[in-house]
């Protein structure tokens, strides 16, 4: 009885070691590629020619990120600004100075499930990863 709970103890310690440095390269890979799209779509968006982070630059974002293996129906955008006007209205671009905010979410997806094997408590199936971002807007009119 022994050998078989040291035996059932070692293996889960076994997965969790082989199999943790996969799902943490996974998180790791997802956080940057949301934070790199955050800053791309604020470089564009907040640039003299747009002044605005618009519906179609979002839906473009989305697909980029498909094409990386995120799932567009689970990607989050939120956009505002410091003066509470809309970042997101190509008809009213952001005037310069103003500063566009843009944060993009996404599921977890039971990455850290894995974790439970050495009791560690997992990260719910709600939580979301963020990537967050701030330009000031060079929209001129």
């Known amino acids: 009885m022994r050998q078989l709970l040291l035996f059932v103890l070692f293996a889960a310690m076994m997965c969790w070691m082989m199999f943790s440095p996969i799902y943490k390269h996974v998180v790791i890979v997802r956080q940057a590629v949301l934070q790199q799209e955050v ?3 604020l470089e564009v968006g907040a640039s003299g020619t747009y002044g605005h982070i618009g519906p179609v630059m979002l839906q473009q974002s989305a697909e980029r990120l ?3 293996g995120l799932r567009p129906d689970e990607l989050a955008y939120e956009a505002m600004t410091t003066s509470g006007v809309s970042a997101t209205n190509p008809g009213i671009p952001v005037p310069r100075g103003t500063g566009i905010a843009l944060e993009i979410s996404y599921p977890y997806e039971n990455l850290f499930m894995i974790d439970a094997l050495i009791g560690l408590t997992p990260i ?7 990537a967050y971002g701030m330009r000031m ?4 009119p």
């Not at 719910?124 to 963020?130: F, N, V």
């Open 39 to 41: 800053d791309y779509l």
């Open 124 to 130: 719910g199936p709600d939580e979301r990863m963020r």
């Open 137 to 140: 807007s060079e929209y001129v």
């Open 66 to 68: 498909e094409r990386l």
